[in-house]
Every structure is written in structure tokens, then in C-alpha cells.
């Protein structure tokens, strides 16, 4: 055994007696390991023991492994990491501003499956043969997903931090994800209460999109989140937010995201908002956007018009007696816009296009209209309109003011 793995046992035992949480109370386990790494090296000077050649170092190696994470709590505490994920124990990644890189890092087996049994265990959350994925979140708001054997070769496990570097649209700005005049535009569009789909590929910050546009919602209105995990945070007043739920061993007490949809209906929502649909959910979506409840929602795809075309086809799945005959005509006239937003290969965040949806279907097509556009890197105006004038002036918002030319302005 070397110095570490001494120490932790110490620690260990220590927190045990004392009966504190690892995880919850880091602060206390770092006071124990500081007196324990202070009683090893008094100890040492009396009798042989492997050395410690940084007491420092040494003692955050410790409070990783017994409050943290082990070997990947560095790159959790590193806030310029976005994600980390082991394909098997001695692969393990990060990803920084969204280009991958390979650590130095080399796991057991089983330290990947301690790992992830200590991940599971504040979210009440299992992974087992009978269910070989699971999505959690961690204790700093971090998501979590696992994938076992016999689905893959060995344990994977992917954790996407919760870095949330814009929390409204004013950051989006300055972080040259948004323009000025477009982040005005959006936050009068929400205010308003018109419908947003938020689109993109995975991991082009469809979320923290969302999150900063939420933000734009008036305080006195009641808004009910539905998401997988909870990832959503709305700074706003009345806010509930909900999150599914894994069935137990014996197959019962599932919450699908489409269950929650539903409930949040008997909920009184002025706002109902979907972490992302993928599923039959939309459609029940639909139904509450269409009976004038306004909302918003991500949805994964690689442009605005391919996200139009999922919406209008993921509600098939909800039954036989749902035809395209009635969703498209729906999405149609539910939809208001769609921000879509992309992953550049510098690892920048940019709104790539704002369509507006203006209620028109010929041929089964869904019509829409350029609001801004990406070009030359720069979010610039182009010659589309929302639909819903009337709700943007009795927000107190002249769409002529927000939208009319000006430099920068382009056609197309």
C-alpha cells in the first residue's frame, strides 16, 4: 500500500465513526484528512512508511477519493471541462469549449463500477442487467448517463457537466452566441407569449438556450418544466419543475416524460416547457400549445426546417389514429419560432438562423421565414416576420422597432 491508500483507509474510517456524509459535507472530510495527513507524517518520522513527498497534494488526492470522485474529480472541479466520459476503464475523455481529448487517467473495472454505484446513490436511481441505462444527476447539477454489459463491451459512462456560462439572453450576447438586436427580439417574443422550439445537434447548447430565453418570461406567471433529468433552472418565482422516473425491480412506478406532460396540464401552467421531445410526448405537447397554453421545447436536429419536420412526425408515434393529416396543420399553427443553434468546429456556440413559422402548409410542407440568419459569423437580419403582431403590442413591443432595417440587414 502507498501513502494514499493508507491515508484514505484512516479517512475513511474516520468518517464513518463520525458518521458525516461524504459527498454532502466535503468541507468536514478535508478537516479529517488534514489532521490524518498530519498523524502520518508525525508517524513517519519514527517509523518506516511510504512517503509523502507533497502533504498538499496528497490530502486533495484523499478528499477526492472519499468525498469526490476519485481520479475524474479534477476534471469536475475544472471549469474549463464540459464532459467526461470512459469508453472503458483505460480510456477515459474530456471535452473543453467541444473538442475531445484523451486523459491520462487508467481505471479498473471495478473502480468504474465503484464510481458509478457512488453517482447512482444520491440520485435513488439503479443500473443492473434488467435495466442497463440510466440517466441521473449528480449532487452539483452534472448529468449522468451509464450503459452496461451486456449492451456494451464494458461500463460506459458519460457526464455532462453542468456549466452554465449564460443564465439570460444579455450573455448570449456577449458570449457571441446571440446579436444584440436578435437577443431583443427573442426576449419580446417570449414575453409575448409565443411558442419557441429550440433545435440543434448534441451538445450545441440547445438547454442553455432555452434557459436564458425562460428567463424572458414575465415574473408573475406560474411555468411547470418537464425534463428527463432535471437540468432546467428558471429564475423566476413560481416555478415547478419535474423529472422522470425509472421503474423498480419488480417493472412498476415508470414516469415517462409523457406522463408528466400530462400532469402538468391539471397543474394551472401560464408556461409549459419540455426539456427536450423525442418521443410520443409531443404530441401531447402539441395538445397544450394548441389549446393556447403558451410553451417552449428542444428538440435534436440539424436545422431549423429538419426541426419543423421531426415535430411533425414524433407525434405519429403516440397512436394508429394519429395521421399527418392533422399534425402537420398543428405544428403549423402551434410553432411560433425556431431558434436554431449549432457547434462550430472552433467550439463556439452560435445561434445559426431565428425561422418564423407563420401558420401556412401547402403540399404537407410547413412554410417558413428567415428572421435572422447566420452570415459571414454574424447574426444578421433577414426579411421574415413572426406571426402574432397583435401579442407582441399588447406586450408593449413594436415589432417595427424590433425588426426593421437596418445595416447589416440582408435579403435571401
Known amino acids: 500500500m502507498d501513502a494514499v491508500e493508507i491515508i484514505v483507509s484512516d479517512v475513511r474510517d474516520l468518517v464513518r465513526r463520525t ?58 472541479d475544472d471549469p474549463d471541462v464540459e464532459e467526461i466520459w470512459i469508453n472503458e476503464p483505460g480510456r477515459v475523455f474530456v471535452a473543453r469549449r ?6 491520462t487517467v487508467i481505471l479498473t473495472a471495478d473502480e468504474v463500477r465503484n464510481l458509478v454505484e457512488r453517482m447512482l446513490k444520491s440520485s435513488g436511481r439503479r443500473v443492473d442487467f434488467s435495466s442497463p441505462f440510466v440517466d441521473a444527476m449528480l449532487p452539483d447539477g452534472s448529468r449522468l448517463h451509464v450503459v452496461i454489459p451486456e449492451v456494451t463491451r464494458h461500463w460506459c459512462v458519460n457526464i455532462r457537466k453542468h456549466v452554465l456560462p449564460a443564465s439570460s439572453l444579455d450573455d448570449l450576447v456577449k458570449l457571441g452566441t446571440l446579436s444584440t438586436q436578435a437577443a431583443r427580439f427573442l426576449d419580446a417574443a417570449v414575453a409575448a407569449g409565443l411558442n419557441v422550439l429550440v433545435s440543434g445537434g448534441t451538445q450545441a447548447g440547445k438547454t442553455t438556450v432555452l434557459n436564458c430565453l425562460l428567463g424572458a418570461i414575465p415574473a408573475q406567471e406560474r411555468v411547470i418544466t418537464c425534463e428527463e433529468v432535471l437540468e432546467l433552472r428558471i429564475p423566476l418565482p413560481d416555478v415547478v419543475s419535474m423529472q422522470t422516473r425509472q421503474s423498480s425491480l419488480e417493472g412498476t412506478g415508470e414516469i415517462s416524460l409523457r406522463m408528466l406532460v400530462k400532469e402538468a396540464l391539471r397543474m394551472r401552467p401560464d408556461r409549459l416547457v419540455v426539456g427536450e421531445v423525442r418521443q410520443e410526448e409531443s404530441f401531447d405537447l402539441l395538445m397544450a400549445l394548441n389549446s393556447g397554453k403558451p410553451g417552449a421545447c428542444t428538440l435534436h436536429a440539424n436545422s431549423a426546417r429538419e426541426a419543423v419536420v421531426k415535430l411533425s412526425l414524433l407525434p405519429l408515434l403516440a397512436g394508429k389514429n394519429i395521421g399527418s393529416e392533422f399534425i402537420v396543420p398543428t405544428v403549423a399553427g402551434c410553432v411560433d419560432l425556431v431558434v436554431h443553434v449549432e457547434l462550430d468546429r472552433d467550439g463556439r456556440r452560435r445561434v445559426r438562423e431565428i425561422v418564423a413559422v407563420p401558420g401556412r402548409v401547402e403540399n404537407e410542407t410547413i412554410g417558413l421565414e428567415p428572421v435572422f ?29 424590433l425588426l426593421d432595417a437596418r445595416p447589416g440587414r440582408t435579403t435571401g
Open 19 to 76: 458518521g458525516i456524509d461524504p459527498v454532502a459535507e466535503r468541507t468536514a472530510v478535508r478537516r479529517i484528512a488534514d489532521d490524518v495527513v498530519g498523524a502520518y507524517l508525525e508517524r513517519s518520522l519514527s517509523r518506516p512508511l511510504p512517503p509523502i513527498d507533497d502533504a498538499e497534494k496528497v490530502t486533495r488526492a484523499v478528499v477526492d477519493i472519499v468525498a469526490g470522485y476519485g481520479p475524474l474529480q479534477p476534471y469536475l
Open 98 to 103: 467541444g473538442r475531445s481529448e484523451l486523459t
Open 373 to 401: 440568419v447566420r452570415r459571414a459569423d454574424e447574426l444578421v437580419r433577414a426579411d421574415g416576420y413572426p406571426p402574432h403582431a397583435d401579442r407582441f403590442a399588447r406586450a408593449g413591443f413594436d415589432l417595427t422597432d
